[in-house]
């Protein structure tokens, strides 16, 4: 296991615990203070049933997470499973349909004048996803677009063998990859990506030529970092940074930058 895979398993579970128990207690308290009002129990008769119920609330808390974040337990649990089979140097039929990229992501393409090199999509998956890859005017830098959401992601193959992803979703650490994540539009991940590239170019890091192959290799070096986290605690990181209610946990960017840089 990594140090990078520990560190971010033990990021978690603490995190769950300390909200599991907070839950427990305060359900407990609750529980306790209503039986006593409505039921007219003995204090100390009603302190195992509200410690029960404490407990109870604590679970389905869990439970409600574990099915109603973005990623449920089910559907990684379905992700992990399946063996990765992504082809992505298929090109993708003329005929798929996909939506307009938007504006924004129009806009930031043109800006840094890249070209489309080709239309991947995974033909085993139903449904299908299809990406739109393109390249800098130098080789370094590969974007995929996803059809499908519009989302964007920066790849560069470093001189060490690693790959230098830029995201505005989160993605567990793995040894192949520094994971520069960034929440914002598509000129913030460029304007990171760039600067990144530019940092780690002092530490003697030099990018090298970004072949179509790395979004392969991305995708599989994905799939990996979910497998060797599992299903349960995979399913409490917040991947896109947004507040909620549920158990969803956010990893600071610039840790998980650190974590997988060094």
């Known amino acids: 296991m990594s140090r990078s895979l520990r560190w971010i398993r033990a990021y978690l579970g603490e995190a769950l615990l300390v909200s599991l128990i907070v839950t427990a207690v305060i359900g407990t308290l609750v529980s306790y203070a209503f039986l006593l009002v409505r039921t007219g129990l003995a204090p100390i008769a009603a302190m195992p049933w509200a410690a ?38 298929l090109a993708a039929p003329l005929d798929l349909e996909g939506g307009e990229r938007p504006a924004d992501v129009e806009a930031a393409l043109q800006g840094w004048k890249l070209s489309r090199t080709i239309t991947v999509h995974d033909p085993g998956a139903e449904p299908s996803p299809v990406f739109d890859l393109f390249h800098s005017p130098s080789g370094v830098v590969l974007a995929a677009v996803s059809r499908a959401t519009g989302s964007v992601s920066l790849m560069t193959e470093l001189a060490d063998g690693r790959i230098l992803h830029t995201a505005d979703l989160v993605v ?37 030529q970004t072949g179509v192959r790395a979004f392969a290799d991305v995708m599989a070096a994905e799939h990996s970092a979910y497998a060797d986290l599992g299903p349960f605690l995979g399913s409490m990181l917040n991947i896109d940074g947004r507040v909620s209610p549920n158990l969803s946990y956010t990893v600071d960017s610039d840790d998980l930058l650190e974590q997988t840089l060094l």
Do not use: E, K
């Open 52 to 89: 029960l119920l404490g407990q109870i609330a604590a679970l389905t808390r869990l439970a409600l997470a574990m099915s109603t974040n973005p990623l449920t337990f089910r559907y990684l649990s379905d992700y992990i499973a399946a063996p990765f089979t992504f082809r992505p140097l």
């Open 172 to 208: 567990p650490p793995h040894p192949a990859m520094v994971i520069n994540t960034i929440h914002g539009t598509p000129h913030d991940l460029a304007t990171a990506h760039t600067r990144l590239l530019a940092m780690l170019s002092t530490l003697d890091i030099r990018p090298a």
